[in-house]
């Protein structure tokens, strides 16, 4: 279900490097508005960078979302993911 929302606020025709849908639905715990926040923050950073949307992009900002709500993304996890 997670990675069917992931998708769902994701647009192809956006320029893009890969992202790994199913790594962010499957180590991450954050609600619905958490991760339209998320995808919207990180297509707004790539926008301004004048570079394609990459995960780099997408993890800053679930690190910036999980300090709003009083929480931290483990290292490890993000530390953890192969690009």
Not at 49 to 57: A, D, G
């Amino acid at each position: 279900m997670w990675n069917r929302i992931w998708r769902s606020l994701f647009n192809d025709a956006l320029p893009h490097d890969k992202i790994n849908f199913e790594f962010l639905a499957d180590e991450f715990e954050l609600s619905g508005a958490a991760i339209k926040n998320i995808m919207l923050n990180a297509m707004i950073k790539a926008a301004s960078q004048k570079i394609p949307l990459n995960m780099n992009h997408i993890l800053s900002c679930m690190s910036e979302e999980y300090d709003k709500i009083g929480n931290y993304v483990l290292a490890q996890k993000v530390i953890g993911y192969k690009w």
